[in-house]
């Protein structure tokens, strides 16, 4: 459970950081999983790939993975900071390889939403940590940060300076920490290895305003499955998981089928 000022840090700088939450056993687990689905579906092992990966709906392909979807840790923590009616919004899987620029969407007074994210190894400031601007994601007028919130995929000068010298709070993480923050924070990182792996769980505020409800029905059929309820969830036994899709039916969003393996023979991972 989040403490009040551990609350009161997410709404006022856009993140909050939780050590340990999960046990370096359970990271192992994690870690298997995670290495299994990615050779499942994109024949890759991230430890010798070179290039950007990733798999949506993720942890839903392996048990462990799925079950922390409703696990106390990560359903207390979303209902705290959305709602006790919070809705899966989805999950992913991903390899990074390389810099990732600044960027944020900046829509957090719109349709508020949360990220749950797992890292498998140690991550220093300059070894793709995670970077991010404190605050950021609270939109000014002028924007001044709109700079930054544009496609800033290549390492171009912001500022006339490097990106990876912008002012910036770097998350220096080890193994079962978790970091959660709204993708309206404008965020980046710099220095990593290729094959570094990085897993979240979004999660979603019910929308209830007309805009909110627009803009959710809107996101989920131009950029499917995010928004969209999976089958699996839909029948499953745990009430916890079919709650939170069930509202994603009620507003008219076809459920999906989980995609199936493209290569459905995993080769031992070492």
Same mark, same amino acid.
Request: charged content about 25%; glycine content about 8%; overall charge negative.
């Given at each position: 459970? =989040? ?18 939450? *999960? ?5 192992? #687990? #994690?870690? *298997?999983?995670?290495?299994?689905? @990615? !050779?499942?579906?994109?024949?890759? !092992? ?11 709906? @993720? ?17 207390? =923590? ?18 990074? !390889? ?27 400031? +300059? ?13 000014? +007028? ?28 770097? =998350? ?24 570094? !792996?990085?897993?979240?769980?979004? *999660? ?64 031992? #991972?070492?």
């Amino acid at each position: 459970m =989040l403490t009040s000022g551990q609350i009161a840090h997410f709404e006022t700088f856009g993140y909050v950081m939780l050590p340990k939450l *999960f046990t370096y056993a359970e990271m192992d #687990i #994690i870690t *298997f999983e995670a290495n299994e689905i @990615f !050779q499942e579906m994109l024949g890759v !092992q991230p430890s010798t790939t070179t290039k950007y990966g990733k798999v949506e709906p @993720f942890f839903e392909r392996r048990p462990f993975l799925n079950s922390l979807l409703d696990d106390d840790r990560t359903y207390l =923590l979303a209902e705290q900071l959305l709602g006790s009616d919070f809705l899966l919004d989805q999950t992913e899987g991903n390899i990074h !390889q390389g810099d990732t620029g600044w960027h944020g969407s900046g829509k957090w007074k719109i349709l508020p939403w949360i990220k749950i994210v797992l890292y498998l190894e140690p991550l220093t400031r +300059d070894t793709g940590a995670l970077r991010v601007i404190p605050g950021s994601h609270i939109i000014g +007028d002028p924007d001044l940060y709109a700079p930054l919130r544009a496609d800033n995929s290549e390492d171009k000068p912001v500022f006339d300076m490097p990106q990876s010298e912008i002012p910036s709070v770097a =998350l220096e993480i080890e193994p079962g920490d978790v970091i959660v923050f709204t993708e309206d924070i404008l965020h980046a990182s710099f220095g990593g290895r290729s094959g570094r !792996q990085q897993h979240a769980m979004n *999660f979603l505020k019910n929308p209830t305003s007309k805009v909110e409800i627009e803009r959710l029905i809107d996101r989920a059929k131009r950029i499917p499955p995010t928004g969209r309820p999976l089958v699996k969830h839909l029948e499953s036994d745990r009430p916890r998981l079919r709650r939170m899709v069930a509202r994603l039916v009620e507003l008219g969003l076809e459920p999906l089928e989980l995609e199936l393996p493209k290569y459905p023979k995993v080769r031992p #991972i070492h």
